[in-house]
């Protein structure tokens, strides 16, 4: 982490820019002046302190974020709002952990040999799966892609019945914006390239960077980290999130050197990577006598992690849901920007997101001590496993503490720290007209931010994203944007933007507390959401069933676990 630079003076003559007190018309928010640029900076510099060594799910660090959450909602005057009457909701998730290493032999007329692993190939989504698979055939499947629009399909005429499909990684190179690759687009997710090689008959996925692919965005490597995987694992909801009949395929990550000699000499792949970007499908290298042996072990380890959560009652038993996640990539070995430099480093994650944390705490302690009770109860959450897939959001939804038919809207909070001009998105308000006009309401009030907002639905982005399309509730996420250090160990607590921090908190205080007074009840365009009744609310659906958690876990933390555990 860097040398603490900041000037005292400076700092006071910018926090006295920001808008202090709830003096003018229109303030609706009660004790707006109490969100303070020291409160949030204290939060940031301990959660994303090198000590917490990027508050990785599951480490013993993600106890410790826990438990500062929770002392900080009890000193704000919150109650808990968790499991049994606590403050914690325990998010049960499983990884897989290879037995020992995969193999992989190929054979082609009088020839053999084997791929050595972490050399010649490594599993791209951990050890996801065990299979046996012998006297394999193989069929390049190009970059596995069918965009209608572009006129493009590179698996049409292609034979992937019970083969394994050699996929290119991203997309053709002339879709490069600007000479960069865009990982993001939906052709180039790997989810995308597996759905459409198991819908083509495919018995497991090989996935190779291309030599015209090298240098975009796959950290300059060819391969990612054997040992990535088995450091950082991927991780899922325990409980059968994964229906019958579509457990992942067998994937491997292949090296370019390992495809030449798969497809039949050197250079092969790279020849065959221009003809598929120029759309011309008509050879697919020599694999007529090519087979393969796979051998891959895995086990099931369960774990679990906690979500912290408090309330603020209010005169009626309808909820408005605050929401950030307090989990970062930890010594980024899963989903660091900047991993072929920085793996093993320690990724702080001030932006992303202790800012969004300390602005919940901030606006918790707002609105709990004005003295003034709102009409809707507010619950706040801190999620675990976001940076893992949404995870601790995800498992609420399915587990929810109050009623999802209760709850008026969501706002979701995920990287704010690092605005630039003060300028700051107001993302996926257009799924409510009430909550559309309290935002646009509320935002001139706050002359020192500069809010954009946007027409189209919300976005898969962050944790707002299952209590949309799974629970039907309204929902927008303040979001900085994208920046150079998101995702790298350059997320220090001092690059962040703290006046504009207190901005965005007191903004949302108000949009909150206008949502809390409003009696309308929020409309919805998500297609979960509930038809209402007659008195103009949500209908509720059959009672959930309380989910308990595996094992009983202290109250308070004591200390942290230590590795092996």
């Known amino acids: ?26 303030f609706q928010a009660p004790n707006l002046d109490s969100i303070t640029l020291a409160d949030m900076r204290g939060d940031v510099f301990f959660l994303a302190s090198d000590e917490m060594k990027g508050r990785e799910t599951t480490k013993p660090e993600a106890d410790i974020t826990a438990a500062y959450v929770k002392a900080r909602m009890e000193r704000a005057g919150l109650k808990p709002a968790g499991e049994d009457g606590s403050w914690y909701q325990t998010v049960r998730l499983q990884h897989n952990a290879w037995e020992e290493s995969p193999a992989m032999a190929w054979s082609r007329g009088g020839e053999s040999g084997a791929l050595t692993w972490g050399k010649d190939f490594v599993s791209t989504g951990g050890p996801s799966t065990s299979a046996t698979l012998k006297d394999l055939r193989v069929a390049f499947a190009g970059y596995a892609i069918q965009e209608a629009g572009r006129q493009y399909d590179d698996v049409a005429g292609v034979d992937l019945t019970g083969k394994a499909a050699l996929v290119l990684r991203y997309e053709p190179s002339p879709w490069r914006k600007g000479g960069g690759r865009n990982p993001f687009s939906r052709s180039s997710y790997l989810q995308s390239k597996e759905a459409l090689c198991r819908k083509a008959g495919a018995s497991a996925i090989l996935l190779v960077t291309g030599p015209e692919s090298v240098g975009a965005s796959d950290n300059n490597r060819q391969l990612p980290s054997p040992e990535a995987s088995e450091i950082s694992p991927p991780l899922r909801l325990a409980g059968g999130t994964e229906r019958k009949g579509e ?19 050197a250079g092969e792949l790279g020849r065959l990577q221009r003809l598929f970007d120029e759309g011309k499908f008509n050879e697919r290298g020599d694999t007529a006598d090519l087979r393969l042996d796979i051998t891959a072990r895995s086990r099931v380890v369960d774990e679990d992690c906690r979500n912290v959560l408090g309330k603020l ?10 929401g950030a996640h307090h989990d970062h990539l930890g010594l980024g070995y899963f989903g660091a920007r900047d991993a072929d430099k920085a793996m093993g480093q320690i990724h702080n994650g001030a932006d992303d997101n202790a800012s969004g944390v300390s602005t919940i705490l901030e606006v918790a302690e707002c609105l709990a001590a004005s003295g003034r009770k709102p009409k809707r109860s507010f619950l706040f959450i801190t999620f ?45 308000t257009a799924c409510s007209k009430l909550l559309d006009r309290h935002c646009k309401a509320a935002a001139p009030l706050f002359p020192e931010l500069t809010i954009a907002f946007s027409e189209r639905p919300p976005m898969p982005a962050s944790d707002h994203w299952p209590f949309f399309s799974e629970a039907g509730i309204p929902v927008f996420f303040p979001f900085g944007g994208v920046n150079a250090e998101m995702h ?12 504009g921090m207190v901005a965005c908190a007191r903004m949302l205080a108000e949009i909150g507390w206008r949502v809390s007074e409003d009696p309308a009840w929020p409309d919805c365009n998500s297609p979960k959401a509930r038809p209402l009744g007659d008195n103009g ?20 933390f004591a200390a942290p676990r230590s590795a092996g555990e």
């Open 384 to 428: 675990t496993g976001e940076e893992k897939g949404l995870l601790g959001s995800s498992w609420y939804v399915k587990h929810p503490t109050v009623p999802h038919h209760k709850v008026a809207a969501m706002i979701n909070i995920d990287m704010v720290g690092r605005l630039k001009d003060n300028k700051l998105a107001l993302d996926g």
């Open 488 to 499: 790298t160990a350059l997320d220090d607590p001092e690059t962040i933007n703290y006046a």
């Open 537 to 556: 609310r949500p209908l509720p659906p059959e009672a959930p069933v309380p989910v308990k958690p595996p094992v009983e876990r202290e109250e308070e």
């Open 247 to 265: 457990e992942g395929l067998p994937f491997f990550h292949i090296s370019i050197d390992a495809a030449d000699k798969l497809l039949g000499g």
């Open 313 to 322: 009652e209010g005169e009626t038993d309808e909820w408005i849901i605050f």
């Open 1 to 26: 982490m860097k040398p603490q630079t900041w000037v005292v003076a400076l700092g006071t003559l910018v926090l006295l820019g920001v808008t202090t007190l709830a003096e003018g018309a229109g």
